[in-house]
């Protein structure tokens, strides 16, 4: 079995790597992105401006290594979240579950991306790179197989099953943003989102256990 034990070396080298990666986040939400340099990340971080770049090439890669963390973290808890045992609603409500606790987890990550990105908020994939639509395309096609399956079982109406994940996604969206903007003004939870979306699609005279 292959040793995957990192070494000490490899250890403080992702340690030092968190460390500049909370400072920059912290000074990006207070200043805006365009207004913090690397050397300024540098101080507040406490490393020299010359390891800094050992880290990171430019800004623009360290901001795009916060936006990936973030990404990374909401596709392995969404994907987690999708194959948990239990029936394609119980599927759906571990979902977005999980999205909200990693959204609330990474609140200040994502508050910079809408500002950075301006109009995202309209469209989740707008501004994203490469890699991170992949993850989001995965997230999107697990989530659309457990709607088929659902269909096939005459548990939900007949829509396509891909556009059901894309109008899930876009409502829990919908109030993650809204969130952001108003805070606590409006409260709420994963069972307002699933149960105002499985109003929707649940067949009529379905029985089920909410």
Same mark, same amino acid.
């Given at each position: @079995?292959?040793?995957?034990? %990192?070494?000490?070396?490899?250890?403080?080298?992702?340690?030092?790597?968190?460390?500049?990666?909370?400072?920059?986040?912290?000074?990006?939400?207070?200043? &805006?992105?365009?207004? =913090?340099? @690397?050397?300024?990340?540098? +101080?507040?971080?406490?490393?020299?401006?010359?390891?800094?770049?050992?880290?990171?090439?430019?800004?623009?890669?360290?901001?795009?290594?916060?936006?990936?963390?973030?990404?990374?973290?909401?596709?392995?808890?969404? @994907?987690?979240? %999708? +194959?948990?045992?239990?029936?394609?609603?119980?599927?759906?409500?571990?979902?977005?579950?999980?999205?909200?606790?990693?959204? @609330?987890?990474?609140?200040?990550?994502?508050?910079?991306?809408?500002?950075?990105?301006?109009?995202?908020?309209?469209?989740?994939?707008?501004?994203?790179? +490469?890699?991170?639509?992949?993850?989001?395309?995965?997230?999107?096609?697990?989530?659309?197989?457990?709607?088929?399956? &659902?269909?096939?079982?005459?548990?939900?109406?007949?829509?396509?099953p891909y556009l059901l994940a894309v109008a899930l996604d876009g409502?829990?969206n919908a109030f993650l943003f809204q969130h952001i903007e108003y805070s606590n003004?409006?409260?709420?939870?994963?069972?307002?989102? =699933?149960?105002?979306?499985?109003?929707?699609?649940?067949?009529? &005279?379905? +029985?089920?256990?909410?």
């Amino acid at each position: @079995m292959k040793n995957t034990r %990192l070494s000490r070396k490899e250890r403080e080298y992702l340690r030092h790597r968190q460390e500049i990666l909370k400072v920059a986040l912290k000074l990006f939400s207070e200043k &805006g992105f365009h207004n =913090v340099s @690397m050397h300024e990340i540098a +101080t507040s971080s406490e490393f020299a401006v010359g390891t800094l770049y050992k880290f990171f090439s430019n800004k623009e890669a360290l901001y795009r290594a916060l936006m990936i963390d973030v990404s990374k973290a909401f596709h392995s808890s969404l @994907m987690v979240a %999708l +194959t948990t045992s239990g029936n394609e609603p119980e599927k759906i409500r571990a979902c977005v579950e999980a999205k909200i606790k990693v959204f @609330m987890e990474n609140s200040d990550s994502v508050r910079l991306y809408l500002a950075e990105t301006r109009a995202a908020s309209f469209n989740i994939k707008a501004g994203l790179d +490469t890699d991170i639509k992949v993850r989001y395309e995965e997230f999107l096609e697990k989530l659309a197989r457990v709607f088929e399956s &659902g269909i096939k079982k005459r548990l939900f109406k007949s829509f396509d099953p891909y556009l059901l994940a894309v109008a899930l996604d876009g409502i829990a969206n919908a109030f993650l943003f809204q969130h952001i903007e108003y805070s606590n003004a409006h409260t709420f939870d994963a069972d307002l989102i =699933v149960n105002i979306f499985f109003q929707q699609i649940y067949k009529e &005279g379905e +029985t089920r256990d909410e």
